[in-house]
């Protein structure tokens, strides 16, 4: 596990505004940069000269506030409770808590938990369950029609992203997947497996994507104007 030190806040000028940069020094070997919730969070090797960050993160500004922007503007995460409607596989279904294990019935998501605080947590633990075999086996079917086969396969919790693709062919996919309908989710899976072919999104990549995925535009479209509920809670 690489050692981390305590966080510290930095002000820079970013985009026209100052932005608090939380700083965390780690046995890390490059620089990342993380934005959910609590904002941006940079983590930098242990020799890292803080003097060159302002650079680094002139290069990312603009990612950075449409990033910040983004998270501003995503409805204020709702209260769960017995009786919430929950998207699964892009169809409506009712929390039932106080269940000895979770699980997916017609109209009902059965989760473990009881109190109040304890349903988000709980519905999470059972979407990452679920969506281990289910966007695993998604993934296997696409690569086996697409003959790009992945290095591996890991669950993402990521804040803003579907999926990814890493340059040595491991693909992750967001575990909140698994409340959006089937052809989005295939659509994600398609364009994290025509990564494999072309790290990057140039016209032959889109032309892959579009090949076995034709209205990929409008499943795009679709993520960007719905998908932020379902980072909601």
Known sequence: MARSLPETRHDYHLGGRIVSVALQRSARRSVGLKIDGNGLLVTLPLRFPLTDLDGVLRLKAGWIVAKLDELATRPAMPA??????????????????????????????????????????????LMRREARTFLAERLALWAERLRLQPSGFKLSGATSRWGSCTSAGTIRLNWRLMQAPLPVIDYVVIHELCHLAELNHSPRFWALVAAVCPDWQQKRAWLKREGARYFAW
């Open 80 to 125: 769960l409770r017995a009786g919430s409607s929950v998207d699964w596989l892009g169809e409506p279904r009712t929390i039932s808590p106080g269940h000895a294990r979770g699980g997916i019935d017609a109209d009902t998501i059965r989760v473990a938990g009881s109190a109040q605080a304890a349903l988000a947590p709980a519905l999470e633990k």
